[in-house]
């Protein structure tokens, strides 16, 4: 099998093939999900990033929210 017979023969060209192209299903359970963050962090977090880029504060829409 040729190099570009290889490189089409893959679902999706990432340089893997094989087994290897996709991680098992056990070894992505065992990771542990990130806790998602609460309104007030993640405010926190955008405000940190705003400073930072000097962009101005997020103004807050009464009723605006879902």
């Given amino acids: 099998?040729?190099?570009?017979?290889?490189?089409?023969?893959?679902?999706?060209?990432?340089?893997?093939?094989g087994r290897a192209a996709r991680p098992t299903p056990t070894l992505r359970a065992s990771?542990?999900?990130?806790?998602p963050w609460t309104p007030e962090e993640q405010a926190a977090h955008y405000a940190d990033l705003a400073?930072?880029?000097g962009e101005p504060p997020l103004r807050v829409v009464p009723g605006a929210a879902a």
Avoid: C, D, K, V
Wanted: aromatic share 4%.
């Fill in 31 to 35: 990771r542990p999900r990130p806790r």
């Fill in 1 to 17: 099998m040729s190099a570009r017979e290889r490189l089409l023969a893959e679902e999706l060209p990432t340089g893997t093939f």
């Fill in 51 to 53: 400073t930072a880029l």
